[in-house]
């Protein structure tokens, strides 16, 4: 979802191995595992039910020792029926004079018999029936598909009653029925696992490294399908008990010998025209053990699931924070008048598995220009993608942002709340994002998706603003627009869905153009083409763009000046020519050294060594040191400032005394028969000696030099 | 749209077939002899074999089945063995009682479930959601039939608010009929609700997580548009997926729901004829609730392509 | 050089077309490769390059035996890979081995990193544990991990260290063919270098050879010896890396290598200029690739009526590469000469004028 947030799904303790840092040596296996009982025993109504549990297969395996009366006998007096604790009998007794509460704990014995035999029967012939029509596919498969299928099209009951015509009622035969019922669905519930855990390339790795189909069916197909197998079985095991409580209730289960609950309930129903009691313990103990497995059921897939627990909606505006004048110096603005200046910027997030607050985003300062294209660039993690949702007040939910100001066109954004921004977000701000087929609502056709901006904002009817999006569709190049504003989604390919999607982002005529990531998705021919149409749309309507990417290729092909964000912090910035001519930050130099560029090889490829540390890994001192060639002692002291450093501000301590190589010129300018860049060819020095606020050479003034 | 709907139908036919088929010869593995069962212990050999002969349970299996399918097809269900008449126009009686009290608990079912699903993915995590969950986990377990017997004793009984017990004579006006669905429903919609609010809550949550409706915000779109617009529509394709197996679940459920309250539906003819070993009669109950589920199964399928257009035929 | 290592000989790779919504309607049939002929010297790589979908991925899961082609054979060594049975011999499974794209979902997320790389040891050596894990332990630290990170689980690591796993695991069986299937795209920048310097050291020390498949041109090119460009199911070009980065013979290639941005703006200024002129159209493939024309017609500023009637014939290149463009036999009558000498004469609808004029 965004970046920052990338580290804190499964991937969340990937950053503790990748820092250099010694290793604590425990064994992470068992980490995992503990970390699955941990949540689990956290987990206090799963506990609850499993306790109840407990307390049942006690009362089952013990009910002789526990009770003082006999399961079936019958008092010689026909219609005795003593209320509770009359006559000794805690829960009284049915009609014909049966203690109820011996008859319960009997109960608690069909029930766990009943329900394990249905739930044996259901894996024993569903597990191998769903591994084996899942792994073999085609004939197999649609073969036992459309079994299933017919036996499903019956309701379960009916269909149990169906075959317990044909085996003869009784409590065993009833399960047996019920168990191959619910084999159907751990059936399916398996062939459906098999096929996904069949696309995962892991399967096909083990395939490669010569598993056979066995081997790859036990050990790497069924450890994957076990957790929602484990899941599914316990909540069948609440359903048999149901089931068996139902079919003994109709008379087709246990027989009038066997002191099944539902049997209790066939018998209380005799009396009820005197009292209901008789039904009230046995319908408890059923309730109860059902729910018992219902909870306890919930408790292992919430265990097992290790994705974040959903966030709300309606909630992330940036909330106001005092400006701590101590800490930091003013910062310059970095243009005269800008569009959007924001001062201050925190992002918190609670650290996964634990109550505690991490910084992702701290003290982040950014001013874009009037009609000028502000590059945010960075590895993925470092924070770029939810610094640009905080402008519009969509940081995602646990996440909390804070800051001194945010100014969008002489407006202060900070404190207003949710619903206030809704007239910023679309009508001032628009955002275009990574995924353009997942941003756009596959339900509903992309035209009326695009004029829904238009018709809210701006009160279009219906009429207008479709004629308003076809304009619109032709402007970014949709071929076709009359009859593609009526395709859905889905119909798009990822090129035309991001055109889609600035058509919308650009509907209202905002002042400022968020891009996150728009191209990384996309092939690469399209890519450019993409760039293209956002700075062409962007200047041709004075929109102020802030471009998010990993990419710096993307950067120097559009963007007029550039923020360098790690780790949370911003790590320099300057106008695009000044910090991709003379880079004042090593991480700046390590990615424009990392860019693949269309050159004849030389030795090994440029690398940052390592990778970025998640939030609770960040250090007290420069974020970067652990991966920094530089790294002296006086980069351990503390907290770095950003600090002006030529034409550029940078957070590094040594920017003085570094020498950074920039962008080098290549030693290839151009491919045979391409128009050579203007200026001079091949000379290798032009960037370093751009004088400043000069023009770039072969540009022409107003694209890529200075604003 | 049409061509979807042919196509589910020409489908649902095969399935029908096969499912009478599985019915059919399951239902004969039974060792017991149903002439026994009809004449009683003391009737001697001969008046059996008679009987054996006048059911035609005597002829191959075969025969039988082909003899019963030719007749199902033009809508003959066969004779009851044990009151003589038409397995149809019993049927045909029964159905309208069994049906409305499914879809009267269906319909109510999907409002009230969807509705708290909703509510409660929206307040996540806070005392909305912890509440419904809970209130979800317990309509879960409750038994259909006891959570029937419970309110025909308190409710119809010493209450006397509504009728205990389905009217001997058959209801004469609208408002009698509904009253005396009331109850049943209510025991029998309890789990589908609490189903129903389950899944909604948990597609809820996760289709607020996509993508899309961050881009419906990012357009400046008031929260209830977001919800009711983008997340809603969304959200209700694995419920109506749910809502097929509900179906499903109660037309099963009805049976007891049906026993407890005396309703004279398909439940109660359907454990008449299982108890009985009354084949024709267990056969035409069977292949109504089929008949009932894959036609409930089409229409899900037909407003499934119109929440998801990616399934639509091009 | 002797005989090459992996022969691939006029290879149709066809996916049977699925139902339609009505039950007696049948889909056509996908046809992901046709008629691809490729070689791999041992030890060497080769790139092979082109848009998602151009069916890159499809011809290397042919060569792992994956899949199975319609028409044309797979040889490598010794093995006659198309006329495999069911049962792919082991001793195959020794000799290719695979890396993924997908870092995430590559590793099987109940086993411990440990038991994911012995496996292969155990299968193809019959190595007891112990000794499997031994060797498990160097192979992390050859692919620059760390022994105790063998009890580890691979949601613990981060994308190029789960990368550097599957290499691993790959490396497990001393294989002569590596197929690396989009190895670093998924990966940011920095980390993909890192990546792809391991890759080539160890080829260095193994001798393996590499199918590398990328859609980045830039990056193959630092990895390569040659490249094969694809596109829409037929290789349009083949050469040595820098002939195919420098003198491109296909316009599919030239527009392929005016895409990729340069953050020298000087350089980028002319690149985009000419990726203007060359994109025709607005997207990438699409629709069912076509049999007897040129699949890039739609796309191409070059095109002329022939390019709609048949698929173009090899053409060798003036580099020594071989070329499938109709502009080397018809037309301007290229001959092998790169096709970026061609001034785009033909292109007239822009639809993204460039911004520079505007
Ligand atoms: N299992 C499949 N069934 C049907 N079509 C497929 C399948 N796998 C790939 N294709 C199709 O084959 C073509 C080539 O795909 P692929 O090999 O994945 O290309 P690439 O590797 O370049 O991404 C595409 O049109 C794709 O849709
Ligand atoms: S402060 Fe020190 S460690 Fe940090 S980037 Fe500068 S030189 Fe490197
Ligand atoms: S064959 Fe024709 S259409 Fe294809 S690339 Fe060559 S000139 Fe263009
Ligand atoms: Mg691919």
Same mark, same amino acid.
């Given at each position: 979802m965004s970046d920052a947030l990338?580290?804190?799904?499964?991937?969340?303790?990937a950053g503790e191995l990748a820092s250099?840092?010694?290793?604590?040596?425990?064994s992470a296996a068992g980490a995992t595992r503990s970390r699955f009982w941990a949540r689990l025993r956290r987990n206090k109504v799963a506990m609850a039910g499993a306790v109840y549990l407990v307390l049942v297969v006690i009362a089952a395996i013990f009910a002789p020792l526990l009770t003082?009366?006999?399961?079936?006998f019958a008092t010689? !007096?026909?219609?005795i029926l003593f209320s509770?604790?009359?006559?000794?009998y805690v829960l009284g007794t049915d009609h014909v004079g049966r203690d109820i509460l011996t008859r319960i704990f009997f109960g608690a014995r069909y029930a766990l018999i009943a329900g394990a035999e249905a739930v044996l029967v259901a894996l024993v012939i569903g597990v191998p029936f769903g591994l084996a029509i899942g792994y073999f596919r085609g004939w197999a498969d649609r073969i036992g598909m459309r079994f299933v299928e017919i036996v499903v099209a019956v309701p379960a009951v009916v269909m149990a009653m169906a075959i317990i015509t044909g085996l003869g009622t009784g409590l065993t035969n009833a399960m047996l029925a019920i168990g191959l019922v619910f084999s159907m669905i751990i059936t399916r519930l398996v062939r459906a696992e098999v096929f996904a855990a069949r696309e995962e390339f892991y399967v096909d790795g083990a395939r490669a490294a010569g598993a056979s189909d066995r081997r790859v069916m036990w050990r790497h197909i069924l450890p994957n399908v076990a957790p929602p197998l484990i899941v599914q079985t316990t909540l069948l095991f609440a359903q048999a008990v149901l089931a068996e409580a139902a079919l003994s209730f109709l008379g087709i289960?246990?027989?009038?010998?066997q002191a099944s609950w539902g049997r209790m309930l066939r018998d209380a129903e005799l009396s009820i025209d005197r009292t209901i009691w008789p039904a009230i313990p046995p319908g408890i103990a059923i309730f109860l053990t059902v729910v018992a497995f219902n909870v306890f059921g919930d408790g292992l897939r919430d265990a097992f699931a290790r994705e974040a627990r959903g966030g709300r909606v309606g909630v992330g505006d940036v909330m106001p924070k005092e400006?701590?004048?101590?800490?930091?110096p003013p910062w310059p603005p970095?243009?005269?008048?800008?569009?959007l200046s924001l001062r201050g910027l925190d992002i918190v997030f609670p650290k996964p598995g634990e109550g505690t607050d991490m910084t992702v985003v701290r003290d982040v300062n950014l001013d874009i220009g009037r009609g000028e294209v502000m590059a945010l660039v960075?590895?993925?993690?470092?924070?770029k993608t939810i610094t640009g949702l905080s402008l519009m007040g969509?940081?995602?939910?646990p996440g909390q942002a804070s800051a001194e100001s945010i100014v969008l066109d002489g407006r202060?954004?900070?404190?207003?709340?949710f619903n206030d921004l809704r007239w910023i977000r679309g009508r001032e701000i628009g955002i275009i994002f990574q995924e353009p087929s997942a941003a756009l609502?596959?339900?509903?056709?992309v035209g009326r998706q695009v004029a829904e901006p238009l018709r809210v904002?701006?009160?279009?009817s219906k009429r207008e603003a479709r004629e308003r999006v076809i304009e619109l569709f032709t402007e970014v190049g949709i071929p076709d627009p009359h009859k593609r504003i009526?395709? !859905?989604?889905?119909? !798009?390919s990822g090129g035309m869905a991001q055109r889609v999607m600035i058509a919308m982002a650009l509907s209202c005529e905002p002042k400022l153009l968020i891009a996150d990531?728009?191209?990384?998705?996309?092939d690469v021919t399209v890519q450019g083409q993409m760039l293209d149409l956002v700075s062409e749309l962007a200047r041709s309507r004075g929109v102020s763009v802030l471009l998010i990417t990993h990419d710096l290729g993307v950067v120097a092909d559009l963007a007029d000046r550039v923020a360098v964000m790690y780790a949370g912090e911003i790590v320099e910035t300057g106008r695009l020519a000044d910090v991709f001519a003379t880079p004042r930050h090593p991480y700046t130099e390590g990615l424009i050294a990392a860019i693949p560029r269309n050159e004849p090889r030389s030795g090994d490829l440029p690398t940052i060594p390592g990778v970025v540390p998640p939030p609770w890994a960040w250090?007290?001192?420069?974020?970067f040191a652990d991966r920094c060639?530089?790294?002296?002692?006086?980069?351990?002291?503390?907290p770095v400032e950003l600090r002006p450093m030529g034409a550029s501000l940078t957070r590094c301590e040594r920017s003085h005394e570094l020498e950074l190589r920039g962008v080098?010129?290549?030693?290839?300018?151009?491919?045979?028969g391409w128009e050579q860049p203007s200026?001079?060819?091949?000379?290798?020095?032009v960037m370093p000696g751009l004088p400043p606020g000069g023009v770039m050479p072969g540009l022409p003034p107003g694209e890529g030099g200075p604003a | 749209m049409l061509r979807l709907l042919v196509s589910r139908v020409l489908a649902a036919i095969p399935l029908m077939l096969m499912v009478a088929t599985l019915v059919f010869f399951l239902a004969q593995?039974?060792?017991?002899?149903p002439a026994a069962t009809i004449m009683?212990?003391?009737?001697d050999l001969e008046s059996l074999a008679e009987k054996r002969a006048e059911l035609g349970i005597d002829r191959p299996l075969v025969v039988q089945y082909w003899d019963w399918l030719n007749s199902a097809v033009v809508g003959d269900l066969g004779?009851?063995?044990?009151?003589?008449?038409?397995i149809t126009t019993e049927l045909r009686d029964r159905i309208p009682v069994t049906l409305s009290m499914v879809f009267g608990s269906l319909i109510v079912a999907l409002g009230i479930g969807s509705a708290f699903g909703v509510l409660a993915a929206l307040k996540a995590g806070r005392w909305p959601d912890r509440t419904i969950t809970v209130a979800s986990s317990l309509g879960l377990a409750v038994p259909n039939f006891w959570i029937g017997l419970v309110l025909a004793y308190?409710?119809?009984?010493?209450?006397?608010?509504?009728?205990?017990?389905?009217?001997?004579?058959?209801?004469?006006s609208l408002a009698r009929w509904i009253e005396a669905l009331i109850l049943p429903c209510v025991a029998l919609g309890i789990s589908a609700s609490a189903a129903i609010a389950r899944q909604a809550r948990s597609s809820m949550i996760g289709v607020l997580q996509r993508d899309y409706v961050r881009t419906a915000l990012a357009k400046g779109l008031p929260v209830r548009r977001v919800v009711s617009r983008h997340a809603i529509r969304n959200a209700a394709i694995p419920v109506v997926t749910l809502a097929g197996f509900q179906t499903s679940a109660l037309i099963g459920g009805s049976i007891f729901v049906e026993f407890v309250f005396n309703v004279p539906g398909l439940g109660r003819f359907g454990v008449d004829a299982i108890l009985r070993q009354n084949m024709p009669a267990l056969l035409g109950f069977v292949m109504v609730t089929a008949a009932v589920v894959v036609v409930v199964n089409i229409v899900l399928d037909l407003s499934y392509a119109w929440l998801n257009p990616k399934v639509r035929p091009e | 050089m002797s005989e090459p290592l992996l022969h691939i000989d006029d290879v149709t790779i066809v996916f049977p077309g699925g139902r339609g919504a009505l039950p007696w309607q049948k889909l056509p049939d996908v046809?992901?490769?046709?008629?691809v002929s490729l070689q791999i010297d041992a030890g060497d790589t080769l790139g092979l390059v082109g848009?998602? @979908?151009?069916?890159k991925t499809t011809l290397g899961r042919a060569v792992l035996r994956f899949l199975r082609p319609e028409s044309g054979s797979i040889r490598l060594g010794d093995f006659d890979v198309t006329g495999f049975g069911r049962q792919v011999p082991t001793e195959y499974r020794k000799t290719v081995q695979v890396v993924f794209q997908d870092p995430v979902g590559s590793?099987?997320?109940?086993?411990v990193v440990g038991a994911i790389i012995a496996e292969p040891l155990r299968i193809h050596? @019959?190595?007891d544990s112990g000794t499997a894990r031994e060797r498990a332990g160097e192979l992390l630290e050859q692919v620059g991990?760390?022994?105790?990170?063998? $009890?580890?689980?691979?949601?613990?690591?981060?994308g190029g260290q789960r990368q550097r796993i599957a290499v691993a695991r790959a490396l497990a069986t001393e294989p002569d063919l590596l197929v690396l299937?989009?190895?670093?795209?998924?990966? $940011?920048v920095s980390t993909q270098s890192q990546v792809i310097n391991l890759l080539e050291r160890l080829q260095r020390e193994t001798g393996a050879a590499y199918l590398l498949i990328a859609h980045d041109l830039a990056v193959v090119r630092h990895t390569c010896h040659r490249i094969a460009v694809m596109y829409h199911s037929r290789i349009v070009e083949l050469g040595d890396s820098d002939d195919i980065c420098e003198?491109?013979?296909h316009p599919y290639t030239e527009l392929l290598l005016a895409s990729i941005?340069?953050? $020298?703006p000087a350089v980028q200024h002319v690149k985009s200029q000419r990726r203007r002129e060359l994109?025709?159209?607005?997207? @990438?493939a699409s629709g069912r690739a076509p049999? $007897?024309?040129?699949?890039f017609a739609e796309r191409?500023?070059?095109?002329?009526d022939v390019c709609r009637e048949s698929f173009p014939e090899p053409v060798p290149t003036a580099t020594g590469g071989t070329v499938w463009c109709h502009l080397h036999t018809s037309?301007?009558?290229?001959?092998?000469?790169?096709?970026?000498?061609?001034?785009?004469?033909?292109?007239?609808?822009?639809?993204?004028?460039p911004a520079a004029d505007g």
């Open positions: 990338a580290g804190l799904g499964g991937s969340a303790d250099p840092a010694p290793m604590p040596q425990e003082s009366h006999d399961e079936t010689r !007096f026909q219609d509770p604790g009359e006559a000794g289960g246990a027989d009038a010998s400006r701590n004048a101590a800490s930091a970095g243009s005269d008048d800008p569009l960075g590895e993925s993690g470092s924070g969509l940081v995602p939910d202060e954004l900070v404190g207003m709340d609502n596959p339900a509903y056709t904002h701006l009160g279009m009526d395709a !859905f989604p889905h119909q !798009f990531e728009p191209t990384t998705a996309l250090p007290d001192r420069c974020h060639l530089y790294e002296a002692i006086e980069c351990r002291r503390g080098q010129h290549a030693s290839v300018v151009a491919i045979a200026g001079e060819p091949g000379s290798g020095g | 593995l039974n060792p017991v002899d009683g212990d003391d009737a004779t009851n063995w044990f009151n003589g008449e038409e308190y409710v119809g009984v010493k209450l006397q608010w509504l009728p205990a017990i389905w009217p001997t004579t058959r209801p004469d | 046809r992901a490769v046709q008629h848009e998602s @979908g151009s069916g590793l099987n997320p109940s086993m050596f @019959g190595m991990l760390q022994r105790h990170h063998l $009890d580890r689980y691979p949601h613990e690591f981060s299937d989009e190895p670093v795209s998924a990966l $940011d003198r491109p013979a941005p340069d953050p $020298d994109a025709q159209g607005v997207a @990438g049999t $007897d024309s040129c699949p191409c500023p070059h095109v002329m037309g301007p009558m290229l001959g092998g000469q790169p096709v970026s000498e061609l001034a785009a004469g033909t292109s007239t609808a822009q639809v993204s004028p």
